[in-house]
Structures are given as structure tokens and as C-alpha cells.
């Protein structure tokens, strides 16, 4: 049973991975806050699934442009000097926003305007942040510190959404997004620590470090089956941009039950985080990554017709859990399958397919539930999901037989 609980040795081993873990923790809660403050301020300003769409749009459409040349920077620069940048960046767009949400009237377009902004920081933020990962910890130990990462994402998305729920409520979303700008202290002061980590080869212009890496992964059967499995599970399946129109249908558009369906994903997260070593000590990363996504897919349809919250609440719940299962899998695949001179660069895809997938999903299902209704919406990307995933495994039995034991 011991083996089955969470992997905690990184935490130990490390000083300065632990430093990172927590301020990550903190920069996580307030984002997680500052997400329902922005669906939030939308929604109440335009009462259209579009316009809660077409804010994820204006997360993904940054990192999507801009994702693979911050990898390549990464892989070219000191990663360590790189994080702070971009870190700072999200914090000051963070201030800016806190600004907007105190004003008595802002325009919707200045709000996705500052949310593009503070996700061109993100899109070198989060290479920056996962190619440090290998360089503090073991090969051994970089799959207990992706799950330990996952339940820090999966802790702020639990506490964050109610927290920020309860805080538009009480005082607007401009106190989300001040909470958020105060929350990048812990991972400015944690990066400012580390050693510098100067990049693994030098490589010429920032275009052709993006052309290596994309020979990369389109000659990797492994990594691409990965992040295409991935790319299959959030742009078709995403039902975020459909909570506000759920809730506002259902259960009277109080903030604090939109905060719950957030919760609720997170809860099945934290439960299957806490539970990781049952998946990331088999060394089986490619069956479980396709498992955890074709029960993500399922559980979301079904979460379309649930009879009553309750039973909708356990399906997120469900989805939740399969998403850390997907997640921390994939994470273990691209991180033992990339060398360290192109980690960057992967880590970029990676990043487009998990960030801006899901972004481009949220617009997909709002566009859907706009013409038909969100059940449907909800449904049709379930079962989109499943056959995708399905197909995926099909056609790349390198990962559904996979049994990896070391990073190269």
C-alpha cells in the first residue's frame, strides 16, 4: 500500500527543488483564482459562451505563436535568468489586471488584451520551469517530481476556484487578480536562488533551433503519439467555457457553485496525485497516459447528462482524477524520451498542446453549445475524445507497449 501512496524523496532530497515546489504552489492558487475572476468578469459583461470561449482563445493564441521560439530560447539561454523574466512579466500583467478589475467600467477587449499579455509571458514561463526540473533531481526521481508538480497544480485548482469564487463575491474580481500579482513572490525569490544553469550547446539563430526541434518531434513516434494523444483529449473534449452557461442554466449563476465545478475536477486530482506511486512506479508510462485519457473522455460525456449535480460533481471528479493519471504519465514519456539539448523546445509543444489545447477546446465546446446547447456540446466531445484517443493507440504501439526506465 506504501508503494501505491505519492513519491515524496524529491521533496526531501532537494532544497531547491522543494523551494520551487512551494512557490509554484502559491503562483498556482492565485492563478487558479484569477481564472474564475476572468470567466467571471466576461460572462457578466457579455453572457455569451463565445466570449468565455474566445477568453481561452486569448490564452492559446499566444503561446501557440510564440511557445516553440521561448523553447528554443530556453534550450539557447540561462534557464534560470529566462524563468525569472518571464515570471516577473506575469506578475506585473497580474498587477495591470487587478487595476482593470477595480475600475468601475472596463471593456471586454482591454481584459483579453492583459490576458494575451500575461500568456506571452507563460509561453516561455513554462519551459523555463520544466527543463529546470531534470537538472535538480535524479533520473530517478523526475517522475515523482512530475506527480509531486501535478498535485500542486491539482491543490491550487481545488482550494483556488472556491477561494476565488468566494472572493469575486465578496470583493470583486480585481481582489482575484491583486492575490494573483502578490502569489509570483514565492517563485521569483525560489528561481533567484538556484545556481545559474547555462544551456546544454549553443546553437545559432532562434529559427533554426524551432526547425530542429520540430524535426525532433516529427521524427519521434513516441513524443508526437504523446502529445497528439494529449491534443485529442483537450481540444475535443475541454468543458470549461460550458461551467458559466451550466450554472447559469442550472443553478441560479451564483459565483461560488462555478467555483465548484472547478473544485471538482481538482478533488479527483488531488485524490489520484495522492495515489501516484500506483501508476508512476510501474514504469508503464504510454498504457496508463492512454487510459487516464480515454477515461477522461468518457466521464466528461456522461458529466453532459448527468440527472443532478451531485452525480455531475462525482463525473468531474472522475475526469479529474483520469487528467493527472494522462498528465503525469505523458510528463514521464517526453521527459525520458528528449535529450536535454532539445528538452526546451519539446517542452514548448508540450506546453502548446496542454495549455493552449485546452484553450482552443473551451472555444471549440463554446462555439457548439452557442448553435446546439452545452449537453450536446459536452457529449459530442466526450465521444469525440474516446474514438481519437482510441485511434492514437492504434496507430502507435510503441506507446501502448512502452516500458521506460531512464531519460536520455
Known amino acids: 500500500m506504501r508503494r501505491a501512496l505519492l513519491d515524496v524523496a524529491p521533496l526531501r532530497a532537494s532544497p531547491e527543488f522543494r523551494r520551487l515546489?512551494?512557490?509554484?504552489?502559491?503562483?498556482?492558487?492565485?492563478?487558479?483564482?484569477?481564472?474564475?475572476?476572468?470567466?467571471?468578469?466576461?460572462?457578466?459583461?457579455?453572457?455569451?459562451?463565445?466570449w468565455t470561449g474566445a477568453a481561452g482563445m486569448a490564452q492559446a493564441l499566444p503561446i501557440i505563436l510564440f511557445g516553440l521560439f521561448a523553447g528554443s530560447l530556453a534550450d539557447r539561454t540561462d534557464r534560470r535568468r529566462f524563468y525569472l523574466f518571464t515570471a516577473a512579466g506575469q506578475a506585473a500583467c497580474a498587477a495591470l489586471l487587478a487595476v482593470q478589475g477595480f475600475a468601475d467600467s472596463s471593456p471586454v477587449v482591454l481584459l483579453l488584451a492583459l490576458v494575451a499579455a500575461n500568456a506571452v509571458f507563460?509561453?516561455?514561463?513554462?519551459?523555463?520551469?520544466?527543463?529546470?526540473?531534470?537538472?535538480?533531481?535524479?533520473a530517478g526521481q523526475v517522475a515523482a517530481g512530475l506527480a509531486l508538480k501535478r498535485v500542486g497544480f491539482q491543490v491550487s485548482m481545488l482550494l483556488g476556484p472556491a477561494l476565488g469564487g468566494v472572493v469575486v463575491a465578496l470583493a470583486g474580481p480585481g481582489a482575484c487578480y491583486l492575490i494573483n500579482a502578490v502569489s509570483f513572490a514565492g517563485v521569483i525569490a525560489a528561481v533567484a536562488m538556484l545556481p545559474p544553469m547555462p544551456p546544454a550547446r549553443s546553437e545559432a539563430p532562434v529559427r533554426h533551433g524551432v526547425l530542429a526541434g520540430l524535426r525532433f518531434l516529427a521524427g519521434h513516434r513516441t513524443v508526437r503519439g504523446a502529445l497528439l494523444t494529449d491534443l485529442a483529449a483537450t481540444v475535443l473534449a475541454?468543458?470549461?467555457?460550458?461551467?458559466?452557461?451550466?450554472?447559469?442554466?442550472?443553478?441560479?449563476?451564483?459565483?461560488?457553485?462555478?467555483?465548484?465545478?472547478?473544485?471538482?475536477?481538482?478533488?479527483?486530482?488531488?485524490?489520484?496525485?495522492?495515489?501516484?506511486?500506483?501508476?508512476?512506479?510501474?514504469?508503464?508510462?504510454?498504457?496508463?497516459?492512454?487510459?487516464?485519457?480515454?477515461?477522461?473522455?468518457?466521464?466528461?460525456?456522461?458529466?453532459?447528462?448527468?440527472?443532478?449535480?451531485?452525480?455531475?460533481?462525482?463525473?468531474?471528479?472522475?475526469?479529474?482524477?483520469?487528467d493527472t493519471v494522462a498528465v503525469v504519465s505523458r510528463g514521464t514519456v517526453v521527459q525520458w524520451h528528449t535529450p536535454d539539448a532539445y528538452l526546451g523546445r519539446v517542452v514548448a509543444a508540450e506546453q502548446i498542446v496542454g495549455q493552449a489545447g485546452p484553450d482552443v477546446g473551451n472555444l471549440?465546446?463554446?462555439?457548439?453549445?452557442?448553435?446546439?446547447?452545452?449537453?450536446?456540446?459536452?457529449?459530442?466531445?466526450?465521444?469525440?475524445?474516446?474514438?481519437?484517443?482510441?485511434?492514437?493507440?492504434?496507430?502507435?504501439?510503441?506507446?501502448?507497449?512502452?516500458?521506460?526506465?531512464?531519460?536520455?
Not at 37 to 48: D, I, K
Not at 290 to 317: E, K, N, Q, R
Open 21 to 50: 515546489w512551494t512557490g509554484q504552489l502559491f503562483s498556482g492558487l492565485g492563478g487558479q483564482m484569477a481564472q474564475v475572476a476572468v470567466l467571471y468578469q466576461v460572462w457578466e459583461s457579455t453572457r455569451s459562451p463565445i
Open 122 to 138: 507563460a509561453a516561455g514561463g513554462g519551459p523555463a520551469g520544466m527543463t529546470i526540473l531534470p537538472r535538480l533531481l535524479p
Open 238 to 322: 475541454m468543458p470549461i467555457s460550458l461551467f458559466p452557461m451550466v450554472n447559469a442554466d442550472r443553478f441560479g449563476g451564483d459565483p461560488r457553485t462555478l467555483g465548484l465545478f472547478l473544485s471538482a475536477i481538482a478533488v479527483g486530482g488531488v485524490a489520484a496525485s495522492a495515489l501516484s506511486g500506483s501508476f508512476t512506479r510501474l514504469n508503464r508510462p504510454g498504457p496508463m497516459m492512454f487510459a487516464g485519457s480515454l477515461t477522461w473522455g468518457a466521464a466528461l460525456g456522461l458529466f453532459g447528462i448527468a440527472p443532478d449535480v451531485w452525480s455531475g460533481l462525482t463525473l468531474l471528479a472522475v475526469a479529474g482524477a483520469a
Open 364 to 408: 471549440r465546446g463554446g462555439l457548439v453549445a452557442a448553435s446546439t446547447s452545452a449537453p450536446a456540446a459536452l457529449v459530442s466531445g466526450g465521444i469525440l475524445c474516446v474514438v481519437a484517443v482510441a485511434l492514437i493507440a492504434a496507430r502507435t504501439p510503441e506507446l501502448r507497449r512502452e516500458v521506460a526506465s531512464r531519460r536520455c
